[in-house]
């Protein structure tokens, strides 16, 4: 079995800057459309970022300008680069990916990572 990992999360000033970091805990074919989404406490799942096999990238309006999402296909991993964060931003934050496992795979399927907690707090 294969699952996402994420790192790079951690307890940072109002204005600050972090990046978070996923990849797949082990060697995988191939990635499709990977995303970054994050959950506050007592709020649903929302997506941050997503970003396609070939660079298009997409952002909600409350994290445009600020967040960066890229990839690297070669290693199939996606990044996340925030700045300017703010304490709504607080959240735990989501790795999500299809992934084909192998060359022989029918279909890329759909993994999620365990998240890693961003605070934002002065």
């Known amino acids: 079995q294969v699952q996402l990992v994420e790192s790079g999360g951690g307890v940072v000033q109002p204005g600050g800057s972090l990046r978070l970091s996923c990849a797949a805990s082990?060697?995988?074919?191939?990635?499709?459309?990977m995303a970054w989404y994050r959950q506050a406490p007592g709020k649903q799942r929302e997506l941050v970022a997503s970003?396609?096999?070939?660079?298009?990238?997409s952002y909600p309006d409350s994290v445009k300008g600020r967040f960066t999402i890229s990839r690297d296909n070669a290693k199939n991993t996606v990044s996340l680069q925030m700045n300017s964060l703010k304490p709504e931003d607080t959240a735990v934050y989501y790795c999500?990916?299809?992934?084909?496992?192998?060359?022989?795979?029918?279909?890329?399927?759909?993994?999620w990572g365990q998240g890693t907690q961003v605070t934002v707090s002065s």
């Open positions: 999500n990916g299809d992934l084909k496992l192998y060359y022989s795979s029918s279909d890329y399927l759909n993994y």
């Open positions: 082990r060697r995988v074919f191939s990635s499709n459309t």
């Open positions: 970003i396609t096999r070939g660079g298009s990238t």
